[in-house]
Structure formats: structure tokens, C-alpha cells
């Protein structure tokens, strides 16, 4: 069984091939209608979604698959008590592959310890968004041509935007690749994701505002400041309108520039930037239906195993409160070593 928890568990080629086949499938998709006929996709969602959700259920319909799942827990048994490994267990053996969405860091890698078929993380908490990752890809495929050689800007909530982390984690396994970090201080990349871009051979540079970037940029990632993920409403408030692209500030940027969003936007891009061609975040959710396709598609044709890193060291406790082994207290204790020897969580990656 192959799970998708985080892009590491595809190499570079796999990769590549799932992007290329989305965009043949996107090409061509009569040819794949009805190729999963028989099979059914469990769309798990604890946390709420529009494209993920959607656009999950879209491509295994297009396959010729089946759904089920929830898209919110009160109505399901979460409401009574049960617990993550219960529901995932029993509902691994309904489905033949499951998406999960979750609000704990580390839960799809959790679930994935306990079904009976293949997980796809479809978003843990401020973790990890590898789906929206391929999306991201496949979009840039189409955009670009290419996946390597880009200055990429990424704005806003970076500390909890995971769909952020997991697009730099799979942009630098390509040569020549740039990001520039844009946001304020208080929602900085984590260390744990500058120590991954400094360990591989792409660059990054922290700049604070929008106009000092956006003439270096070939690719401008805009992100929403994640209000579920504060602590308090202030410290929410603070941050929510730092950065706002409008068409005054598209003026300073490139005529080729790419402006990716993983949606839902907020404020922090003005409605009139949608008519400018360079803004490509519409085409870019249509893509994911594709990226998805592709995915399932890759995944129900591997019999390779996925696995844990680390090992069991059952009276330590990962320092991140948010982290899915806070509250499923039975989980086993993993932790594993990263290059500087810094013990680090296998669920939620936090550093100690
Ligand atoms: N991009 C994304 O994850 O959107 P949803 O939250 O609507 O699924």
C-alpha cells in the first residue's frame, strides 16, 4: 500500500510522471472515463473544504468511481467519541483509497498506520497540502512549461500555510529554483522549513513587502492569513490586512508573471486582479480535478509500502500543541533524527 501524507514519499520521477499524466488526462480525459469503475474513494474531512473536498469527488466520479465520506464530523460517529484509528480502520476496508482532511498536524500520517487501504493527506492542520502541491505543479506545467529555474514569491501566512510548505518541499528537488519569502515577522516560515530549502541547493531570501518583490518574480504564490489557525482574534487582526495585491502593485510586476492562490481568498487579492490574464488561481482549482485524477490513478496501481521514519521512544512527547498526538494520546511515539541530528516528531515534523 502507498499513502501520500507528504510529497517525500514520491520521488522526483514519480512525481513527474503524476504531473505529466494529469496534464494528458486533462488533454484527453475521455480516455480515462470509466477506469475505476467498481472502485470507491472515502473523502474524510474533519476540517471544512470547497476545491479539495470537490474536486477529490470530481475526478473519481470522472474515473468512473464511487464516493463516500463526511465532510463534517458532528454528523458522523467523531461526535459520539470515536477516535481517529477507529473510524479510519473501519472505513479503509469500505474504501479502496481514502482523502483526509484533519485540523491536528500529523493525522493523515496517523491514519495511514492503521487503514486497510491507501491515505492521501488532503490538508493536517498548518502541516502539510501535498494535493494542493501536485495542483500547484500541474498548473505551473501549463503556465510555465517547466518546473525548474523559477524566482518563486511566496506572501502571507507562512507559518501555517501549509500548502506553502509542502510546494517548497517539492520545488526544491528542481535545479535553479529561488523563493522569496514574503511576510511579516510574526508569520515567518518555520526554522525546520529554511533549514530544508538551506540543505538543498535552491536559495531563499526574506523581503517584507510586495513591491520590493514582485519585480524579481516569475511566480507570485499568494496565501490567506489562516484566522483558525491564532491563538486570539487580535493577534488574527494584526496580521489579516498587511499584504494586498491590487492592480497599483501588478503595475511593478513582470508581463509573464504567474499568480498562483491555493483559494479561499479573502482580502489579500483585489477582485479586480481576477480580469488580469496574469492571475491564474481559477485555472489553477480546475487543474486540481486533474492533479487528482492523476493521483488516484498512481496510487491504486503501486503495491510498494510506505513507511514511518524514526523509532518508538514512548516517554517523549512532541512539543507542538497542535500536533494529532496531543489528542489520540494512544498513537506510539515516533520520532525520528534530520540531518543536524535535531529529534524531531514523525507525525508533525516539529522540531524539538
Ligand atoms: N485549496 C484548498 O485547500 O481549498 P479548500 O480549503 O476549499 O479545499
Keep these: 500500500m502507498k499513502h501520500l501524507i507528504d510529497l517525500d514519499d514520491f520521488s522526483i520521477q514519480e512525481l513527474d510522471q503524476i504531473v ?5 488526462i486533462e488533454a484527453h480525459p475521455e480516455a480515462y472515463y470509466g477506469k475505476l469503475s467498481g472502485k470507491i474513494l472515502g473523502t474524510l474531512f474533519y476540517e471544512p473544504s470547497t476545491r479539495t473536498q470537490m474536486s477529490f469527488q470530481t475526478a473519481m466520479l470522472k474515473l468512473g468511481g464511487q464516493i463516500i465520506g463526511f465532510d463534517n464530523p458532528q454528523t458522523s460517529s467523531v461526535s459520539k467519541g470515536e477516535n481517529l484509528k477507529d473510524t479510519v480502520k473501519v472505513i479503509s476496508n469500505y474504501a479502496d483509497v481514502i482523502a483526509i482532511r484533519h485540523p491536528s498536524e500529523g493525522a493523515a500520517k496517523a491514519a495511514s498506520l ?3 487501504c491507501p491515505i492521501i493527506n488532503a490538508g ?3 502541516h502539510l497540502h501535498p494535493t494542493q502541491t501536485l495542483t500547484d505543479l500541474v498548473t505551473l506545467m501549463h503556465e510555465k512549461g517547466h518546473l525548474d529555474h523559477l524566482t518563486i514569491g511566496l506572501c502571507g501566512d507562512l507559518k501555517f500555510g501549509r500548502t506553502v510548505h509542502s510546494l517548497i518541499k517539492a520545488m526544491i528537488h528542481y535545479p535553479g529554483n529561488k523563493f522569496i519569502l514574503i511576510s511579516t515577522k510574526e508569520l515567518t516560515i518555520p526554522d525546520y522549513m529554511k533549514k530544508i530549502i538551506l540543505n538543498s541547493n535552491c536559495e531563499y531570501e526574506e523581503i517584507s513587502t510586495l513591491e520590493e518583490a514582485l519585480p524579481k518574480l516569475d511566480v507570485l504564490y499568494m496565501t490567506r492569513i489562516q484566522r483558525e489557525r491564532f491563538e486570539s ?3 488574527y487582526l494584526k496580521q489579516k490586512d498587511v499584504y494586498r495585491l491590487d492592480t497599483q502593485k501588478m503595475r511593478l510586476a513582470p508581463e509573464d ?7 479561499p481568498r479573502v482580502d489579500e487579492i483585489e477582485i479586480a486582479v481576477d480580469d488580469d490574464p496574469r492571475a491564474v488561481y481559477f485555472k489553477q482549482a480546475n487543474h486540481g480535478v486533474y492533479a487528482r485524477m ?3 490513478l498512481h496510487i491504486l496501481e503501486q503495491n510498494t509500502q510506505t513507511s514511518i521514519k524514526g523509532e518508538i521512544y514512548p516517554e ?4 507542538n500543541s497542535r500536533c494529532i498526538t496531543q489528542s489520540e494520546t494512544y498513537l506510539k511515539r515516533y520520532f525520528y533524527r534530520d540531518k543536524d ?3 524531531c516528531c514523525s507525525y508533525c515534523d516539529a522540531h524539538e
Design 341 to 343: 541530528g535535531v529529534m
Design 294 to 296: 492523476s493521483l488516484i
Design 316 to 319: 517523549k512527547i512532541c512539543s
Design 124 to 126: 493536517d492542520g498548518g
Design 233 to 235: 482574534k487580535e493577534e
Design 20 to 24: 505529466h499524466k494529469a496534464v494528458e
Design 114 to 116: 492503521v487503514a486497510e
Design 257 to 263: 508573471l504567474c499568480i498562483l492562490h491555493p483559494l
